[in-house]
């Protein structure tokens, strides 16, 4: 039990969060929407990991999830940076028309 | 000096790194000075050598240079051994390879290959003295080899000669085939002595049983066999003449042929133990000198005519191994190194003469033009065909008496063959210097006496095949054979001669009257009655025609080995090599492409189709797990 919640809801919502995050991987063409998706597998990991944490008392999870959480922090400053320039050079961000390194 | 014996193959070995190296940018004075200096610097290492063995109470001296291979119960020392066997080869090899070195600068100064030839010879001079030198038979055999290689690369020194490369490559293949032998022999040596060492393995020689010590002699035979000319490998040595003639003289006839002579008397002691290994060398050894020798009597090259010379004279060697006479054989090798290397040099001064003509047919009359040329063959020819006191006389009539001793009828067969000798011998003289002049006119025009460097190198040779006996005069005489003492402390049963004196004056008397009645003969039937050899080939009659062409013995080999070898290995090409491999290969070629052109489809650029491709992957990778 953590905070009175039985650790099951936690790990429902969190597999909850990561569904989606992949459902909207696979089925977006808009770049940022998949970006944000990413973004939200990653903190659904990160909560299963704040999770077990707590119910283990141990702080090695909530460790990790700080790193998690600067390296999703400069890889979001990477791949916006990134985005930007796919945009300047096709005018556009849908992935189904990013198919140069096809042939 | 013995513990520096490891100068003597060093320093070819230099001159053959710097000719090698650097011949091409030398001068060809300076390329053949390097190649002479260093045999010389050799010969004086042999020659002060020599002399401190005479002194030397010890006659086996070991000189252990490094370790060459160790590995758990194999230890081979790489190890010299100075003893009175390899110290007279030693003198020979260097000796005789000076001389035709500096007869080489003369002959070949007009080749383009000139330092190649040179970077060759010093390369054969250095693995010639390995082989001599070395204390065990793997070293011997490294020698073995190298000069079969030396010799390969001579016979084909004028490589754009299809001819040429094909006997080349003949000699090789027929040397590999005794080389096999020989390399089974040391094999089973060292299975059965555990050790490859000559003192070792002699010391415990009779421990191994007649059965083996037997298949050891045959075995190492068959390598003397492929190595020395004798039947059925002997038909490399006549096609090796397609290499320049000092090559001829050096390694044809003077030396590397005589390889199988010192390695069998090297291990004597084998055949001391096996009689069936020492009656299969006699009867080998007599069949090659007769066959040879009857061959010779009807070449037309003159090259050819020494080379069935050669090929008979090592017969008569080992005839002599064969029934004991091992001291006797190598004397026989020394004088023949002397008079069949004289005799091949002063053919190539003849060729040199004749502009490159080796067809006896065309030549005729050169005595009064090439008169140090014609001098010094005649002494030669007198040598190789036993008239005394001249050195070939007293090797030949040693063995022939030890060889009466042994058996009756091998003797006899050996004064023929020896009547035979003198007979073709004699033709090549008359034929050469004799009557009248056959070439055409411009050869006659251009007729000249060789320069110093071809005739002095002829007149030494000359001098020794004149005196050369002097080192193994027969003991009924009263005198004392030298040679004979001298070798008795490797030989592990000395045959002293038992025949009385009546016996052995008779032989030599019979000897010396049959070489003279058939010199007799040859003077009368080319000079008096001038026969000349027939052109055409229709008029010869039928047993005429059958040695003109050798026996036929390279067209049956054709028959029976090359050609199932060239059908088999059609097939083998044509079926296996073109169809199944190529097949195979092909096949898997194909197929990767034919798969790939269709997965290609699947890299479709599309990002979404790339991730959900993934994701199904991570799912099924899963479920593969939770399933398992």
Not at chain 2, 272 to 277: D, F, G, L
Request: aromatic fraction near 12%.
């Amino acid at each position: 039990m953590l905070n009175g919640i039985s650790i099951n809801y936690y790990l429902l919502l969190s597999t909850v969060l990561f569904i989606i995050g992949a459902v909207g991987v696979m089925a977006r063409r808009n770049s940022i929407i998949i970006f944000m998706c990413i973004e939200l597998m990653l903190n659904a990991v990160n909560l299963m990991l704040v999770s077990f944490s707590t119910l283990h008392n141990d702080p090695k999870g909530q460790v990790f999830v700080f790193f998690i959480m600067a390296v999703a922090a400069s890889e979001v400053a990477v791949g916006l940076a990134i985005l930007t320039m796919i945009y300047r050079n096709i005018k556009h961000i849908d992935t189904d028309l990013l198919t140069n390194l096809k042939n | 000096m013995i513990k520096l014996i490891g100068l003597v193959p060093l320093f070819p070995l230099i001159g053959f790194l710097i000719n090698g190296f650097f011949g091409k940018k030398m001068s060809k004075s300076l390329s053949g000075g390097i190649a002479c200096v260093s045999v010389l610097a050799s010969f004086v290492v042999a020659v002060l050598a020599f002399l401190e063995l005479q002194h030397s109470a010890n006659k086996s001296h070991v000189i252990e240079l490094f370790s060459w291979i160790n590995s758990d119960t194999l230890k081979i020392p790489f190890s010299l051994l100075f003893d009175p066997l390899s110290s007279i080869f030693l003198l020979i090899i260097t000796g005789i390879g000076f001389l035709i070195h500096i007869y080489s600068t003369g002959y070949m100064h007009d080749d383009d290959g000139f330092s190649r030839f040179f970077t060759y010879l010093n390369l054969f001079v250095f693995f010639m003295l390995l082989l001599v030198l070395g204390n065990n038979y793997l070293v011997m055999f490294v020698g073995w080899e190298g000069v079969g290689l030396c010799s390969y690369l001579l016979i084909g020194f004028w490589f754009k000669n299809t001819a040429f490369n094909n006997a080349a490559r003949k000699a090789f293949v027929m040397n590999r085939i005794g080389d096999l032998g020989f390399l089974m022999g040391i094999i089973l040596i060292f299975v059965t002595y555990g050790s490859i060492s000559y003192g070792e393995v002699f010391a415990k020689a009779g421990t191994g049983g007649t059965a083996v010590v037997t298949s050891i002699a045959l075995l190492l035979f068959i390598g003397a066999i492929g190595k020395s000319a004798q039947i059925p490998l002997y038909t490399w040595l006549p096609d090796a003449m397609a290499g320049p003639t000092p090559v001829s003289a050096l390694i044809h006839a003077a030396t590397m042929v005589t390889a199988g002579i010192y390695m069998v008397v090297r291990s004597n002691v084998f055949y001391s133990i096996s009689e069936v290994a020492s009656e299969t060398v006699a009867v080998v050894g007599i069949a090659t000198a007769l066959f040879a020798a009857t061959i010779g009597l009807l070449q037309n090259d003159i090259k050819k005519i020494l080379a069935y010379s050669t090929v008979s004279q090592l017969g008569l060697m080992f005839l002599g191994l064969g029934v004991g006479a091992y001291s006797s054989s190598v004397f026989h090798v020394t004088t023949h190194a002397f008079f069949k290397a004289l005799l091949f040099l002063g053919a190539g001064s003849v060729i040199h003469a004749m502009g490159g003509e080796q067809d006896v047919r065309k030549m005729g009359g050169l005595k009064g033009k090439i008169k140090i040329t014609y001098i010094t063959m005649l002494l030669g020819t007198i040598a190789i065909s036993g008239i005394p006191p001249f050195s070939g006389f007293f090797s030949k009539d040693e063995i022939l008496a030890h060889v009466y001793e042994h058996n009756k009828i091998l003797w006899f067969l050996g004064m023929v063959t020896s009547m035979l000798t003198a007979f073709y011998m004699f033709r090549m003289l008359f034929l050469t210097f004799f009557g009248n002049f056959r070439g055409t006119h411009e050869q006659e025009h251009h007729l000249h006496e060789s320069p110093k460097s071809m005739t002095v190198p002829l007149m030494v040779l000359a001098g020794l095949s004149v005196v050369g006996g002097l080192i193994g005069l027969p003991e009924f005489w009263g005198q004392h054979n030298w040679i004979g003492e001298y070798l008795s402390p490797i030989i592990l049963r000395p045959d002293p001669s038992i025949l009385s004196h009546e016996t052995e004056w008779t032989l030599m008397g019979l000897a010396v009257l049959a070489a003279g009645v058939v010199i007799y003969f040859a003077h009368a039937m080319f000079i008096t009655n001038d026969v000349l050899p027939e052109n055409n080939e229709e008029k010869l009659k039928p047993w005429q025609k059958l040695i003109a062409n050798k026996y036929y013995v390279d067209e049956l080999y054709n028959a029976v080995v090359t050609k199932p070898l060239d059908i088999i290995s059609s097939f083998f090409h044509k079926f296996m090599d073109l169809q199944v491999v190529d097949g195979i290969v092909n096949s898997t070629g194909k197929a990767v492409t034919g798969i790939g052109s269709v997965v290609r489809l699947l890299q479709t650029g599309n990002i979404g189709f790339y991730i959900v491709s993934m994701v199904l992957g991570v799912v099924l990778i899963l479920l593969f797990t939770f399933i398992i």
